[in-house]
């Protein structure tokens, strides 16, 4: 059973990979998205419960 979904939005690819593999280790479920657009979609249709955000990150 997982903790909570995390919403990890970063356009560096790699560093979401790793986030993702932290994360799930510790029981949280992952949704990885990789731009503002992307981000708002999953926002709305999978309800995350916390979102971790690239504050550079392009289109937000």
Do not use: Q, T, W
């Not at 919403?7 to 479920?29: A, P, Q, S, T």
């Not at 999953?42 to 289109?59: Q, S, T, V, Y």
């Amino acid at each position: 059973m997982s903790l909570g979904r995390v919403l990890v939005v970063d356009d560096d690819k790699n560093i979401c990979e790793l986030l993702r593999l932290y994360l799930e280790k510790d029981g949280y479920g992952v949704i990885l998205a990789h731009d503002g657009e992307e981000a708002v979609v999953k926002f709305n249709a999978l309800k995350p419960d916390i979102i971790l955000l690239d504050i550079m990150l392009p289109g937000i």
